[in-house]
């Protein structure tokens, strides 16, 4: 859905406000994206919780994206939307590193501590100053993270349930 010129006035002042560490930019259906440097992705999102002319005052999601064997190899995906005036923004994080991490928005969006865990859970992407940054879909003792691209296709390692080992039959 298109956003009305006034909104997109709005998010380009945010953006703009910024100096360079968020692009805004346009997904292929028309709707706002920015991209947003890791240091100024919390500031990010509660400006345009917190904006007159903008006002996401709803937590839609938030995913992960591995690009394996590029740098940075992961993209946090928000995504935010405005009750009020109809329209969502998302924002992609680039992280990087052995050990990529982000700030928690938990202190803007109570649902997203759960949504933080998912991520943690799944791609092993940490988020700085999370409350309870834990386990939710696997089990306490769970090896690695299972939609990172480089984990094993059988998932086959001694902390699973029903691990049969490398050449034994069910």
């Not at 006035?9 to 890791?38: H, K, M, S």
């Not at 064997?69 to 005036?85: A, G, I, K, M, Q």
């Not at 998912?118 to 696997?138: C, S, Y």
Request: net charge negative; charged share 30%.
């Amino acid at each position: 859905m298109e956003v009305d010129s006034a909104i997109r006035e709005a998010l380009d002042a945010i953006a703009a406000g910024f100096q360079g560490q968020v692009t805004a930019v346009e997904d292929l259906r028309g709707e706002p994206l920015f991209v947003a440097d890791r240091a100024v992705a919390h500031d990010l999102i509660q400006r345009l919780k917190e904006d007159p002319g903008v006002r996401c005052d709803s937590l839609l999601f938030i995913t992960a994206q591995d690009n394996y064997l590029d740098e940075p190899r992961f993209e946090v995906v928000y995504c935010v939307r405005s009750l009020e005036r109809n329209f969502d923004v998302r924002i992609k994080v680039p992280v990087g590193g052995e050990e990529p991490e982000v700030d928690t928005i938990t202190d803007l969006f109570l649902g997203a501590n759960w949504l933080e865990r998912e991520v943690w859970d799944m791609f092993g992407i940490r988020f700085a100053g999370h409350p309870n940054l834990e386990r939710i879909l696997m089990w306490d003792g769970f090896e690695g993270h299972p939609l990172r691209k480089d984990y094993p296709l059988l998932g086959n390692t001694p902390s699973t349930p029903g691990y049969i080992g490398k050449g034994d039959k069910l």
